[in-house]
């Protein structure tokens, strides 16, 4: 990477996050809404990233995590009267807790199970958050969830929450850029790309393997916690089945293993289907064959076509250089 | 005591079903790597092709024909054609995804194309009740499992019997071997897809008119195939008959027993726990790690 071409893509980042700052300014309420559920779901996409793009495991529960985060922040800022940082702490804890336990007889046996175990716990938990009507108040839901204060601002517009959100994300994904450039970054793709070689270089690969799944399901209940505010009501029925297959999605369409994905992918989830309302019923059918095609084509998504044409770029261009020192050592005398 | 014969009967009824389910979903593990997500989708959409044949004003009978016929063409031609073939060389994970997406994208398609309402949909096995041994029981619940019976018996002779049988189970157990000795195995991987078709079409036949045509039936359906295979082991037919047969009674069972909130429940704390202890499923035999 030359130097010119780190500038350009610093310069492209602040452009970007100046644009998310600034455009949303004069968005209405609606507007507002359907951004800071961006943000929320890029949360969650980018721990299933870290499952499924880094590590190479398919979850199908990071929307039962996602549930779990909502319930905990629901629960305890309306009945406990407790602030959201401390929702927060909880929903991280239960839902790393709760992920090692479900990925260590998974991840004993063969990478595919986990996908299983993942699925039965997904219903498992939806059963959970309908059943149990004395902590979840059931199929009622729970009504007037607080937003919170936020360094003494008070987030209780949708601007100042948007920017809430944006803030959580920002912070989010500093912490996974640090975390996929330290060692255990490196020891998670090292047992996606070669696990058997990457057992024979000392990494525990099953160890990797739980962490990655765990941290990714933490993420999946810090993304609940920014949800039940964001709503400001819950019920059990958007943590079903689907919204761990949306997110999965997400995650595929913009790119697993690529750092960029989820946003790219939680943007083509959560605004396309606003843009595309002319079709309809359709959308989703739509949707689900240009995945489809998308993976046949390219099954690291679309960042993963981009990838495939810069190296190929890069590849000929280096061609191209080698072909012109080797003319210039020819006709040298 | 006198409700646990009915029980036990109507639970051996859907699970000889879930067992077709299941035996279809490990036969495309076994012979193309496919964990097909879509299994339970391709469970509910047979019975719209076949109310759809209806509506046109045919008999119920050529209807049958028709939906069998049309669901080999498009889950089992189709599916293999379109989708396995062109995954199939990026791996198990990035296929089993794209049949997830497949899963969303009939769902979607029958609720736009015919009806997000649950459909009534007829019963091959006159309603009515039979005395055995001196009590009554739903001729239904019996004329399913003798109909399920007879498939999987079927399905077991024409493995174990026949030459296509053996073909088809050498392709299974290891593909390049079978290819030097002879065995046309593209021909028999495809046959396996429609072997799926046809028994997918048939447990969509005799489950819809217990819980009727409705575009979302499948998640059930397809958690339940995939519990009954794990749990009965991944890698044998027999095995992934004996755990639909299983996830029938104990899914009947603790409906009446444990409490009808948590009757979903007790197939997944199942699954678990035969993950935990017996991996390789109740009958499989353990698979060796992949390098």
């Known amino acids: ?333 | 005591m006198s409700n646990l014969l009915d029980l036990l009967v109507a639970g051996l009824a859907t699970g000889a079903i879930y067992a077709i389910v299941a035996v279809g979903f490990t036969l495309l593990w076994q012979t193309s790597q496919t964990i097909n997500f879509a299994q339970g989708e391709f469970v509910m959409l047979p019975a719209f092709l076949m109310l759809a044949v209806m509506h046109a004003g045919a008999p119920f009978w050529l209807a049958i024909i028709a939906g069998i016929l049309l669901s080999m063409l498009l889950l089992g031609l189709g599916f293999k054609l379109l989708l396995v073939d062109p995954m199939l060389r990026h791996g198990v994970l990035p296929l089993a995804i794209a049949t997830m997406a497949l899963a969303i994208g009939i769902k979607e398609a029958v609720k736009q194309f015919f009806s997000a309402e649950a459909s009534p949909f007829p019963s091959i096995v006159p309603a009515g009740d039979v005395s055995v041994f001196g009590r009554l029981v739903s001729l239904q619940s019996l004329g399913v499992l003798a109909l399920a019976i007879a498939a999987v018996i079927g399905l077991t002779l024409l493995l174990n019997r026949t030459s296509i049988g053996h073909q088809m189970q050498a392709t299974a157990q290891n593909p390049t071997v079978a290819r030097i000795i002879g065995v046309p195995v593209e021909r028999m991987i495809l046959l396996t897809f429609l072997i799926n078709a046809f028994l997918v079409a048939l447990a969509s036949l005799l489950i819809t008119p217990i819980y009727l045509a409705k575009f979302s039936s499948g998640e059930v359906l397809g958690q339940a195939a995939f519990i009954a295979a794990i749990v009965g082991g991944f890698n044998q037919v027999r095995g992934a008959i004996a755990g639909g047969l299983l996830i029938g009674v104990v899914d009947n069972l603790s409906a009446a027993y444990v409490s009808t909130q948590y009757r979903a429940a007790v197939p997944l704390v199942l699954l678990i726990v035969i993950i935990l202890f017996r991996p390789q499923g109740l009958l499989g035999r353990p698979e060796e790690r992949t390098v």
């Open chain 1, 1 to 333: 990477m030359t130097a010119t071409g780190k500038y350009l893509r610093i310069a492209f980042a602040i452009v970007v996050i100046a644009a998310l700052i600034i455009v949303p300014m004069n968005f209405n309420r609606y507007g507002l809404y359907i951004l800071s559920q961006w943000a929320v779901m890029t949360i969650a996409a980018m721990g299933l990233n870290l499952t499924l793009g880094y590590a190479g495991q398919v979850s199908l529960a990071q929307g039962a995590f996602v549930g779990i985060g909502a319930y905990a922040a629901a629960i305890m800022t309306t009945q406990g009267g407790m602030p959201l940082i401390a929702a927060l702490g909880v929903a991280i804890v239960l839902c790393f807790a709760i992920g090692w336990i479900l990925g260590y007889p998974a991840l004993r046996v063969q990478h595919h199970y986990l996908a299983f175990v993942t699925l039965a716990f997904s219903t498992l938990a939806f059963l959970v958050f309908r059943n149990e009507d004395w902590l979840t108040k059931g199929i009622y839901g729970i009504s007037n969830i607080p937003r919170p204060n936020v360094l003494g601002f008070a987030t209780n517009r949708p601007l100042p929450f948007y920017y809430f959100c944006l803030g959580s994300l920002g912070i989010v994904s500093l912490a996974m850029w640090w975390l996929i450039r330290s060692p255990w970054g490196r020891a998670f793709v090292a047992l996606r790309e070669n696990p058997v070689r990457a057992l024979s270089l000392g990494i525990d690969t099953r160890r990797y393997t739980l962490m990655a799944f765990a941290m990714g399901s933490a993420l999946g209940g810090v993304a609940g916690t920014l949800y039940a505010p964001l709503t400001q009501y819950i019920d059990p029925v958007p943590f079903n089945l689907s919204l761990s297959l949306d997110l999965l999605m997400m995650v595929i369409v913009g790119g697993s293993g690529f750092f960029f994905g989820p946003f790219l992918g939680a943007a083509i989830a959560v605004l396309l289907p606003e843009w595309l309302r002319f079709t309809q019923g359709y959308y989703l059918m739509i949707y689900a064959v240009a995945v489809i095609m998308l993976l046949i084509y390219s099954p690291t998504g679309i960042l993963g076509i981009l990838d495939r044409y810069l190296t190929e770029r890069r590849t000929k261009a280096a061609s191209a250089l080698r072909a012109v020192a080797k003319s210039r050592l020819e006709t040298a005398p």
